[in-house]
Each structure stands twice: as C-alpha cells, then as structure tokens.
C-alpha cells in the first residue's frame, strides 16, 4: 500500500509551476514518457540557443509538439564561443543573462502559467538550466525530469561497452588544463571527455601522454543526424561541434 501511494505522489505534478525536462542525447524517441507528457500540456516552452539558431532541444521536442509562438520562450545566449569561460567578457554577459531570464520566467510563474524549460541530455548534467534552477527553484515548486545522457547514447552508439567490473570511470571537461587532463586521464581506467570544441588539440595530445590515444573514440552527433563515430586516431582533422565527445572505454573484468 505504501508503495502504491507514494508511487502516486511522484507522479502528481499539481502545484508544481517550474519543469527542467530532459530530452535525452537528441534521437526523440529515447525521450521518457514524462519529458513527453510535461511538454505537451505545459503551457510556456522554454529554450536555450545561440543568436540566430534553433536550440537543438527544441528541435528534438519537434516529435512531440508543433511551433506554438504563444507557448515559447527563446533564451539566446549572448555570447558562446567570442570569449572564454573565466574571462569577463563571456562571465559577465552569462550572469547577467541568466539573471534576466530567471526573472522573466518568474514573472510567467507568477502569472500561474507552467514553465517547462527544454533540456539536451538530463538537466543537472553540465546543463545551463542549473542556472535557473539555482535562481528560481526555492521561489517556486520545482521538478527536474531526469534524461539519457548525450555520453549514454555516445558509447550506445559507438558499440563500446565503457566500463567492465571494478572499472571507474571519469568524466572530464575538455576546458581543463593539459597537464590536468593528463594527469586524471592517468588515473582512470575509462574517461568520457566533454566539451571539446576548440580544445580537440588539447585532448589529443592529452590522450597521448597518458598511453590512451588508440582506445579513444570519437563520437559526433550521437543519435542525431549527421552522426559520427571513428577511432580518434583516424581523425583526420581537429573540427569538434558541440555535439561531441571522446570516449576511452575500460579494460577491466570480463567474464
């Protein structure tokens, strides 16, 4: 009976105005039945993009709902790759821009209207709604509907199992440091590697130093269209979308 009710409260979304909804790593149909059901009946859509493009989340809910100009709200970065993280030139702009459109969507809550902000991959998983559930989620009731991780439906994919017994694996920001990334890529046994845009150069040689280049993979685009997957080592060239990540899958206990 316990069971049963508390089964029933998990799912009762009465009161609750503000949604972080995963839609999984870009193919809709990994979208979970919840993410499905909030977007529908939500009644603002909100989506994270660069100036003059279509978010991809929104691209991916494209499956589920048709354009409704009266249910969106488009939050455009102000700058994305024009300046680096911890300069103020891309610092100062982000904060602020997180801080206007938190108030914007509060003043839609405020309203009664449910906001349901559109998420690539799961929301708390280096996802820029963290932004806002930071600034809005004590102000009014939240749900975070978790999704498959872009790196789930990478190593899916790619057909490479990425940890095998007592394996740890270790996910890495492509931003950090050379020597860092080397040094960590050194004490794992698997590594999922993010963030590679223009750090692609990085990774590499990173790669390279710790003895992992010939296990890297290469994923672009997973599930999506225009997918890649090649062994890094045949790359020929240093171009990574965003939509990209490298893989090193694990060595340890078979069976």
Known sequence: MSERKNDQVSSDRSGILLFGVGLGPGDPDYMTVRARDIIASAD?????????????????????????????????????????????????PIAAF??????????????????????????????????????????????????????AGAWVRAEAPITWGDDVMTVLPGTLAEAELTRRLKDTDAAVIMKLGRNLPKV???????????????????????????????????????FSMVLVPGEGRRL
């Open 98 to 151: 997180y801080d206007e459109a938190a108030e914007q969507l509060a003043g839609e809550m405020a309203a009664g209207h449910t906001v349901a902000v559109l998420c690539d991959g799961d929301p708390f998983f280096y996802g820029s709604f963290m932004h806002l559930w930071r600034r809005l989620a004590h102000r009014f009731p939240t749900e975070v509907v978790p999704g498959v991780t872009g790196m």
């Open 204 to 242: 590499r040689r990173a790669l390279e130093a710790a003895g992992l280049i010939g296990r890297a993979i290469y994923v672009e685009r997973a599930t999506m269209a225009g997918q890649m997957v090649t062994r890094l080592a045949d790359k020929p060239d240093d171009t990574a979308p965003y």
């Open 44 to 92: 603002r859509l909100v989506h994270f993009c660069k100036k003059g493009s279509r978010g991809n989340a929104r691209a991916t809910a494209d499956a589920v709902i048709a354009p409704d100009p009266e249910r969106e709200i488009v939050l455009a970065f102000p700058v994305t790759t024009e300046a680096k993280v911890g300069e103020e030139a891309y610092d100062g």
